[in-house]
């Protein structure tokens, strides 16, 4: 299979219409719900998984472009996890500081941002942003000026262009590709560097749609993990007061009983 219309066929005569109508309701593809229209064949994402280790090799970036336009959600997953693979074989430690390897990760980071529209459901977002695009911050790349470097304020400008996307967080695409300048900051926390994430945590600390006051929280929590629990206290002093409840949740999950408490009670004041 080197074809996205081969792929697409095999996908297909896995379908189930059972797993079809779970994967519809637990992704929210109803009228007025945020997957509205959203397609699916029924497959589990091993079975996508298998898909992409057979064909990863071998497609061409043309084919995986028109993956990604496909009707099929788990079609569009198949060409997120092939981009991830391929962006994955080029950002070993050998690869790093290959000039060829950068250019050839940033090609796929380009692709991913023409079509960051199409992972748009919040699966297709967790599973592919921080291994393509948070992965991205934190290697050399040769963008924008084809020199090889860190190039920190032109990854800010591609978050911020991402994050800044229809700011009511409502129109077709802007609440993916804000969840994805929040989601990738995964990697770079990993990495023991937590100012991404406190950026876009700020950034989206009152956005309308709890699909990110839920990302806000999950990443702040992961943060504290990886940088440090002072870190996220410090935050939190800050902000606990005017955060969602949600996202303090989340964001405090890992800490003892009692200190969930105390942060809750803050939190109730700006209810109280």
Known sequence: MTTAKDIIEYME????????????????????????????????????REVVRA?????????????????????????????????????????RLDERAMQGRDGILAMYLRHADRANNWDLVDLSAPKILGAWLTLPSMLPDGKAGLHREYKTSVLDNLASTASDGN?????????????????????????????????????????????????????GKRCGMD???????????????????????KMSDEERQTWMNVGRCRIG
């Open 13 to 48: 005569t896995l379908r189930n219409a059972e797993q079809r109508q779970v994967l519809m309701r637990f992704f929210k593809t109803g009228q007025g719900q945020y997957g509205e229209g959203d397609e699916f064949l029924g497959l589990k994402v091993p079975q996508t």
């Open 55 to 95: 064909v990863a090799k071998e497609v061409s970036p043309e084919e995986v472009r028109l993956l990604m336009m496909s009707k099929w959600h788990e079609v569009r997953l198949c060409a997120l996890l092939i981009l991830v693979d391929r962006f994955e074989r080029l950002a070993t430690k050998r690869l």
């Open 171 to 223: 129109s077709a695409g802007s609440l993916w590709k804000q969840r994805i300048s929040m989601v990738c900051t995964l990697a770079t926390s990993q990495q023991g560097d937590p100012s991404w994430c406190l950026r876009y945590a700020e950034r989206h600390l009152h956005h309308p749609h709890d699909l990110m006051h839920k990302a806000v929280g999950w990443m702040l929590r992961e943060m």
């Open 231 to 253: 870190t996220l206290r410090d935050f939190l002093r800050r902000h606990a007061a005017e955060m969602p409840r949600t996202t303090l949740r989340y964001a405090i999950e």
